[in-house]
C-alpha cells in the first residue's frame, strides 16, 4: 500500500512525543513493504513546500504560522488555516500522485476538510488516530465557555474531522462512550499509544554532572507544560520533598504554563526543583535514561481520558511511573494493575506524596516496577500491532 500520514507535529525538528510515535509508525509502515509519506507543517523554513527523506521516509513540509508555545489566538488562527495552505502549498504533487490511505492525527482538528479531498481524489480510506477531545476538554476546564461562539466553532471542525474518517482510534477504552450517542459510533474503536521498544545502554551520568545531582533521586517529567497537565500537582509534591535532600525534581518542556511554575518556584523557594527548555528527542532519551522515577500529571477536571505518550518512554527506559489523573481515567488501572507505578486521582495528593515515598525509600521498588513497565510496554502497546490493526483498517472491502 501506499499511505500518507497527516500530522502537525514531525521529527527532526519537533520535541513533542506524538512526532517520534508518527514516525516509529511510518518506519515500521516501511519494514513491512509499504511506501510511506509524510505531510506535515514547519513554521521556520522560507519556501512554501520542501521535501526531504528521513530513514527511507518522504516528509513534505508546508511553510505554516506557528501553532506551538504561542498565544491561544494566533495559534487558534494559523491552526485553522493549516489545512488549506497544506492543500495551496502541497497540493499539487498530492493530486499528481496516488495514495491507498490516509492516516492523519488530531490533535489538530483542523486536517479533516483537507482529506476529504484528497480521499475522494485517491477514492480511498483514512483512519483518524484521535488522541485529544478538542474542544470538549478545554471547556471542561473552562478555558472555552460551551455556550460561546468559539466553542461552536471549533465544534463544526471537530465534526468535519470525525465525518471524514473512516476509523476513528481512540486511546483508551472509556473514550468510546463519548461517541455512543453520536453518528460516528461505528467508527470507533481503541487504538493505544505505541512506540518500539528502545535499546537502554549504561549511561554516563552526564546530565547529573552538568546539573550536579550525582547522588540525587531524580524524579523526571519531560513533556508539554501546559492548563491540560496542570503541573501545579506536581509542583505540590516537589514542594512536600523539600527537606528530604536525597530527591531532586527535574522538568524539561515548555507551554503556556511555564511562567507559572517559575513563578511559583521563586515565591516558594523550591529550591529541589530544576526547569529546563524543551530539547530535542535524541537529547530527551539521553536525559531520560539518567534519571530514576517518570512523572506525569492530567488536569482533574477532565471529563475525557488521556494517556501522555510520554509514559511509553518511561516504560521503554524502564522508568516506574508516578502520576496522577482525572476520577474515572482507565490508564489509572492499567498501571497500578501492572505494577508498572504508582497512578492516584489528581485529588489525592497524600495519595500521590506516599506513593512518591514508597519509589524514594526503596530502589529495589524502583527496579521491578521499571522492569515491568518495559514487559508492559511490548505487551500492550507495539507498534508492530498498531500498524496491522490500522492496515486491516484501511483496506477497501
Not at 22 to 31: G, S
Not at 153 to 162: A, G, L, M, Q, R
Amino acid at each position: 500500500m501506499r499511505l500518507l500520514l497527516i500530522v502537525d507535529d514531525y521529527l527532526p525538528h519537533s520535541t513533542k512525543i506524538a512526532s517520534k510515535m508518527m514516525h516509529e509508525l511510518a518506519l515500521e509502515f516501511k519494514r513491512q513493504g509499504h511506501d510511506v509519506s509524510v505531510l506535515t507543517p514547519f513554521s521556520n523554513q522560507n519556501i512554501s513546500l520542501v521535501q526531504k527523506n528521513l530513514d527511507g521516509i518522504e516528509i513534505l513540509y508546508f511553510k505554516s504560522g506557528s501553532i506551538k508555545n504561542i498565544s491561544k489566538i494566533k495559534r487558534a488562527f494559523n491552526e485553522t488555516i493549516l489545512g488549506l495552505i497544506a492543500w495551496v502549498f502541497a497540493g499539487k504533487i498530492l493530486r499528481n500522485q496516488s495514495f491507498d490511505g490516509i492516516i492523519y492525527y488530531s490533535p489538530s482538528i483542523f486536517f479533516g476538510k483537507l482529506v476529504g479531498k484528497l480521499k475522494k481524489h485517491w477514492n480511498c480510506n483514512s483512519y483518524l488516530i484521535l488522541r485529544d477531545i478538542f474542544p470538549q476538554w478545554a471547556a471542561d476546564n473552562g478555558l472555552i465557555h460551551r455556550n460561546s461562539p468559539i466553542y461552536y466553532f471549533f465544534k463544526i471542525f471537530e465534526w468535519i474531522n470525525y465525518n471524514n474518517a473512516d476509523k476513528i482510534g481512540v486511546m483508551l477504552p472509556s473514550n468510546q462512550e463519548l461517541f455512543s450517542n453520536t453518528k460516528f459510533i461505528n467508527k470507533v474503536e481503541v487504538l493505544f499509544n505505541w512506540s518500539e521498544i528502545p535499546e537502554i545502554h549504561e549511561s554516563d551520568g552526564f546530565f547529573r554532572k552538568k546539573l550536579n545531582l550525582e547522588d540525587k533521586i531524580v524524579m523526571f517529567y519531560g513533556g508539554n507544560i501546559g492548563h491540560a497537565q496542570k503541573m501545579m500537582n506536581l509542583v505540590e509534591l516537589a514542594h512536600r520533598f523539600i527537606e528530604d535532600s536525597r530527591v531532586h525534581f527535574l522538568f524539561v518542556g515548555e507551554g503556556d504554563e511555564t511562567e507559572l511554575i517559575k513563578k511559583e518556584k521563586v515565591q516558594r523557594n523550591i529550591s529541589n526543583l530544576t526547569l529546563l527548555p524543551s530539547v530535542d528527542q535524541q537529547t530527551y532519551f539521553e536525559m531520560l535514561n539518567e534519571f530514576d522515577i517518570g512523572l506525569f500529571s492530567l488536569h482533574p477536571d477532565h471529563k475525557t481520558n488521556n494517556f501522555p505518550g510520554k509514559l511509553l518512554g518511561y516504560m521503554g527506559y524502564s522508568k516506574p511511573i508516578l502520576g496522577c489523573v482525572n476520577e474515572g481515567n482507565d490508564l489509572k488501572e492499567i498501571i497500578n494493575s501492572s505494577k508498572s507505578g504508582f497512578v492516584s486521582d489528581c485529588k489525592e495528593s497524600e495519595n500521590l506524596y506516599n506513593a512518591a515515598k514508597l519509589l524514594v525509600d526503596s530502589a529495589e521498588l524502583r527496579r521491578e516496577m521499571g522492569e515491568n513497565g518495559r514487559k508492559l510496554l511490548a505487551k500492550k502497546f507495539s507498534v508492530r500491532s498498531t500498524s496491522i490493526q490500522i492496515e486491516n483498517a484501511l483496506k477497501k472491502d
